[in-house]
């Protein structure tokens, strides 16, 4: 049980991080700001990729995410 807890910590810590940077640069492509949504990719990308990882969430869950935001962008045009 102790050891479950502890893994607990760290899959929530590793969800809302992924899910806190999506909320993040949607909000920057909802308000337009392709470029600044564009520099932050990289960033997203990285929390949504060491979620998969870790079995937070699914390899295609995370890649279906990716690929969302990337069409987003690019329908803004940045």
Known sequence: MRV???RHVFVV???SAMKDAVK???KLLDAKKGKEAA???P????AIDKAAKGGVVKAN???RVK???SKRIKAIGA
Request: charged share 35%.
């Open 61 to 63: 869950n995370a890649s």
């Open 13 to 15: 810590r590793r969800r």
């Open 39 to 41: 520099a932050m990719l």
């Open 67 to 69: 690929s969302r935001l």
């Open 4 to 6: 479950a807890k502890r």
């Open 24 to 26: 993040e640069i949607s």
């Open 43 to 46: 960033r997203v990308y990285q």
